[in-house]
Structure formats: structure tokens, C-alpha cells
């Protein structure tokens, strides 16, 4: 009888259902439903959700576009404007150091007997202008084209446009056109006027072809005489 007692104290533990009707229907009534934001249940209901929230963002937004308003900005401008660079260009033997040495001396009234570099010369309160005589080399040229704001293209009359003009002017055309004069040089070589007049003419003609054809300021006669 002891060892009947003691067997029914002891209670058998319930085992739950995994299978069957029950089962299901325990598992549909317990259900558990994921908690939503109430952006995320309905994320039209309202503009925002928090006032204090947006009040903050909007605060830190402003302070933000304020603090660029008020970047201290540094003037990097130079004092003096940079000087205007004139190459001098044209063929051998054409009066490129001639015109340099000329026009070196309209501006300081001195007389230099070689040109070994750039020169810079002070042409008014706030101007200078550097002039740079051009070598007839395919690499000063590329390097002057690129740099140079005018270009002073002397043209031999009695020759005409040499092969060194062509090259300068196709690397200008592929680097940006600068600002272009012809200049007519050894002009006192012809002693006729009406073939001086029509010489004149032809090369104007030509010299507009090339760069452009509403060029009409840009072509200066200059004889050495």
C-alpha cells in the first residue's frame, strides 16, 4: 500500500501538443504580433511623429547652413594683375628680334643688342607685358600657345606664309586661339606700288582664311625702313 500512495503523489508532468486540431488552434489564438512604429503603420497619418524631434532637426539643420554663411572667405587675389604675355612669332630670318628690340624700346627707351629671354616691361600703373620671342621649334611652340594672350605673327612680303605661321597656327587652334596680329615685315623690298598694294591684299586675304573669316582688326603693316 506505501508504495501505492507514493505513486500517486506523484503526478504525471503535462506534455504539450505539437501536432493536431489543439494544437493549431493554441497556436493561432497565441500568436505573437511584431510591435510597429507608428511611422511604419501608417507613414502618411502626419508630417512628423515627435515635435521635440523635429524641432531638434530643424534647429541643427540651421545651424549648420550658418555656419557656412559665415566661413571667413580669403582673398587670394594678387596685388598686381599678372602680366599680358605677347609672343613674337615667325620664320627664320623675318625681324623678330628687330620688332622685339622696337617695341622694348617705345616702352623704356633702351636699346638691347641681344634678347636672351623673356622680357618684362612696365606698361602702364597697373600693366606689364612680358615678351617672349618664339623659337622656330615644335615644343616652344606647343609650351608658348598654351600661355601666350597675344600673339605678334610676323610675315615675310616678299615670301609670304612660311611653314613655322601653319604650325603655330594649328597648335593655337588645338589649345584656344589667342589674340592674333599679323605684322608685314621687309615691305620697303617692294619698290612698286601696285604690286606692293596687291601683295598687301593677297596676304590679308589669306591671313583671314586661316584664322577665321570675319577677322579684320588683327593684320598691321610694319616694314623695317
Known amino acids: 500500500m506505501g508504495d501505492l500512495s507514493e505513486d500517486f503523489d506523484k503526478k504525471k508532468s503535462h506534455s504539450q501538443r505539437h501536432a493536431g486540431r489543439k494544437a493549431e488552434k493554441k497556436e493561432a489564438k497565441n500568436k505573437h504580433v511584431q510591435e510597429l512604429t507608428p511611422q511604419q503603420r501608417n507613414p502618411k497619418a502626419s508630417a512628423f511623429q515627435s515635435a521635440v524631434k523635429a524641432q531638434r532637426k530643424f534647429a541643427r539643420s540651421q545651424d549648420i547652413k550658418s555656419k557656412k554663411h ?11 594683375p599678372p ?3 605677347v609672343a613674337v612669332v615667325g620664320g627664320p630670318r623675318v625681324g623678330k628680334s628687330t620688332l622685339m ?18 622680357i618684362t616691361v612696365v606698361a602702364g600703373k597697373k600693366r606689364r ?10 615644343n616652344c611652340m606647343i ?6 594672350d597675344i600673339v ?10 612660311e611653314m613655322e605661321i601653319f604650325e603655330f597656327l594649328e597648335i593655337c587652334r588645338a589649345h584656344g586661339t589667342p589674340r592674333v596680329m599679323g605684322v608685314l615685315n621687309h615691305l620697303d623690298m617692294l619698290k612698286d606700288n ?14 583671314q582664311v586661316e584664322l577665321y573669316p570675319w577677322c579684320k582688326a588683327f593684320l598691321s603693316f610694319w616694314s623695317n625702313s
Do not use: W
Not at 607685358?129 to 621649334?137: G, K, P, Q, S, Y
Not at 605678334?152 to 606664309?161: E, N, R, Y
Open 70 to 80: 559665415h566661413i571667413p572667405v580669403v582673398d587670394r587675389t594678387p596685388l598686381e
Open 83 to 85: 602680366p599680358v604675355i
Open 101 to 118: 628690340r622696337c617695341l622694348i624700346k617705345n616702352y623704356t627707351n633702351q636699346r638691347f643688342s641681344e634678347i636672351t629671354g623673356p
Open 129 to 138: 607685358l612680358t615678351f617672349i620671342e618664339v623659337n622656330n621649334d615644335i
Open 143 to 148: 609650351d608658348i600657345a598654351k600661355v601666350a
Open 152 to 161: 605678334l605673327m610676323l610675315i615675310d612680303a616678299t615670301f609670304g606664309i
Open 194 to 207: 601696285k604690286s606692293l598694294k596687291k601683295r598687301k591684299k593677297s596676304l590679308k586675304h589669306r591671313f
